[in-house]
């Protein structure tokens, strides 16, 4: 028996951008060029970034221990 609600979830009532800067855990989205088109609230406090000055450059050019970690993980050293 297949029982269909028609009840939205309770998490449609938030924006997700609300959501995600609620948590404690810090969270960066990049685009193809690893620019950071999303970062939460944690992410920019863990970082000391501001987004909206870092939009247009890539994750290497602000930020030289995550510099360090894209240039781990890439040759996998």
Not at 52 to 72: N, Y
């Amino acid at each position: 028996m297949v029982v269909e609600s028609n009840f939205p979830s309770a998490l449609s009532h938030f924006d997700p951008t609300d959501l995600l800067d609620a948590l404690s855990t810090g969270i960066v989205m990049l685009d193809a060029q690893l620019c950071a088109i999303y970062a939460n609230v944690a992410a920019q406090d863990l970082l000391a970034f501001s987004l909206s000055k870092v939009r247009e450059e890539t994750l290497r050019q602000f930020h030289e221990d995550v510099a360090a970690f894209i240039t781990e993980t890439q040759t996998g050293k």
